[in-house]
């Protein structure tokens, strides 16, 4: 009997000494009060390519906006010379991209006119170009400050007498030739001749020396074939921008040989 007891309290204190170890282990530890290490580190995000970077990081890799790299400057034509400080013409043509010439032309006399000449020659009678059919439109004529009203039309190769409004010497012309581009063939698509003939403004006295400036994006060179062959060289410059030396009233033209543009800028 006696026996029985002890095997009895020696099972209950064997299973109070587990509950109580299982009751130990069972107690949480205390609170770090040190703060967590993702609390403390700071926020990072997660790229395309699953890289990672810290505010620091992605503040300092912005780079600033490129420079826009400078517009070229347009060729500054001369500010002397025929028409603007001795007498004759100045002209400044600009080539579109349809293949017409926007004109603008000074000119200065050798004296005070009361009335003028105006003709503009055919390009036709020009080498290679029998084939064009050109015209003068948008024709505004200007002395000073006062517009000049024309009472007939300007036509290729027709002389028109203009009465102006005051004594002047000085002239100013604007206008548009179109029809004076014609395809060269066989050639790279686009590649063209452009006729180039100025207006004539005579008055009573002869006409002084003409000096032409062409402009345009597809302009590669420019010739006077009614001067031989020097005119092979009579202007000097680079494509877009070519500039004549002085030319005599009657040797005034060019032949620029150009790229026009195809429409829509080639799309679909």
């Known amino acids: 009997m006696r026996q029985h007891v002890r095997r009895m309290t020696g099972l ?4 109070a ?3 109580a170890a299982v009751a130990a282990g ?3 530890e205390p609170a770090s009060s040190a703060p967590a290490s993702a609390s403390s580190a700071p926020a990072t995000a997660t790229g395309p390519s699953g890289t990672t970077s810290s505010p620091d990081q992605r503040a300092g890799s912005a780079s600033p906006p490129a420079a826009r790299p400078s517009s070229p400057s347009a060729k500054q034509f ?3 010379g025929p028409g603007r400080s001795v007498p004759g013409s100045f002209v400044v043509a600009s080539l579109d991209s349809m293949g017409a010439l926007l004109i603008w032309q000074r000119v200065l006399l050798p004296a005070q006119e009361t009335s003028v000449e105006v003709q503009v020659p055919d390009p036709r009678n020009l080498p290679g170009l029998a084939g064009l059919e050109p015209v003068i439109r948008d024709v505004q004529v200007q002395v000073g400050d006062q517009p000049v009203l024309l009472t007939q039309p300007l036509q290729i190769g027709r002389a028109v007498r203009v009465t102006l409004p005051e004594p002047t010497r000085s002239i100013a012309l604007g206008y548009r030739l ?13 590649r063209a001749l452009v006729g180039l003939a100025p207006a004539r403004v005579t008055g009573s006295g002869t006409s002084g020396p003409t000096v032409i400036g062409v402009t345009g994006a597809g302009v590669l060179s420019a010739q006077c074939p009614q001067q031989g062959t020097k005119g092979q060289f009579c202007a000097v410059g680079a494509t877009g921008s070519f500039l004549t030396l002085p030319l005599a009233a009657e040797d005034a033209a060019l032949v620029v040989q150009a790229t026009l543009p195809a429409p829509n800028g080639g799309a679909g």
């Open 12 to 15: 209950l204190l064997a299973a």
């Open 178 to 190: 179109t029809g004076v581009a014609q395809r060269s063939s066989p050639a790279p698509v686009g």
């Open 17 to 19: 000494c587990a509950a």
């Open 26 to 28: 069972r107690t949480p």
């Open 78 to 80: 001369p500010k002397t």
